[in-house]
């Protein structure tokens, strides 16, 4: 079955903590994707990553950054946590193109609460 | 730029009711559609999509149709059941890019 695996299911840091959310797909996928899910605003999109080393800004990437050394592996970035940085973060992938018909795969969530 | 817009919650139906969620969107080109499901402390999977216009997408009792002329893509149900109790997104992907754009999802509770 294919699997989109998050590292963590609950996270607690405190401010300014550098912290790493991995996501490891096992599909051979392309484009990658971390989302932000907070109540009353959906699914806001934070990176994306097209190819290994590949990366675009999505919609709210201030606080975050990303790596993409291996194709499977996308890790997201809080470079300083703050408090309003808690919120439930959800990887993503999907085969690949510009025309994105695909189906996105999601993990099963990463809940980080911020101190 | 492109959006999507879809019918706030919670939506609370007794069991065997007809649901409606709506959606509609903003796109240029040509996007793809699609309803995905969130179960309790679980990740989103695809319900179902829509790829072009006049396409019917149907998963599990579900159905919604691309309506290019009203941008729409509501989704459908005739009977619910209790198991349904979920979170239900709508969503888009952007044409000649590689996002998906989702609404804000709408909680849908069944009641035995």
């Known amino acids: 079955d294919v699997k989109v695996t998050q590292s963590s299911r609950y996270l607690v840091k405190r401010t300014g903590e550098k912290v790493f959310l991995e996501c490891v797909q096992d599909?051979?996928?392309?484009?990658m994707f971390w989302y932000r899910q907070d109540p009353g605003l959906g699914l806001r999109l934070i990176y994306f990553?097209?190819?290994?080393?590949?990366?675009e800004k999505g919609d709210i990437p201030e606080g975050y950054s990303v790596s993409r050394e291996k194709k499977e592996r996308f890790s997201l970035i809080l470079e300083s946590a703050s408090t309003n940085q808690t919120s439930m973060y959800l990887c993503?992938?999907?085969?690949?193109?510009?025309?994105?018909?695909?189906?996105?795969?999601f993990g099963s969530g990463t809940q980080l609460s911020v101190l | 730029g492109d959006s999507v817009t879809q019918m706030e919650g919670p939506v609370t139906l007794s069991e065997e009711a007809f649901l409606t969620i709506n959606c509609t969107y903003t796109?240029?080109?040509?996007?793809?559609l699609f309803w995905y499901v969130q179960y309790p402390g679980e990740g989103l999977q695809l319900l179902l999509k829509a790829t072009k216009a006049d396409d019917k997408g149907s998963n599990k009792g579900f159905e919604a149709t691309y309506r290019k002329e009203t941008t729409s893509f509501h989704l459908e149900k005739g009977s619910v059941q209790v198991s349904d109790s979920a979170v239900y997104f709508c969503?888009?992907?952007?044409?000649?890019?590689?996002?998906?754009?989702f609404g804000t999802g709408t909680r849908l509770k069944v009641l035995a």
């Open positions: 599909m051979d996928h392309e484009n």
């Open positions: 993503a992938s999907s085969q690949g193109g510009t025309r994105p018909n695909e189906k996105l795969f």
């Open positions: 990553s097209y190819d290994v080393k590949m990366k």
């Open positions: 796109a240029t080109g040509y996007p793809s």
């Open positions: 969503a888009l992907g952007a044409s000649g890019t590689y996002k998906y754009i």
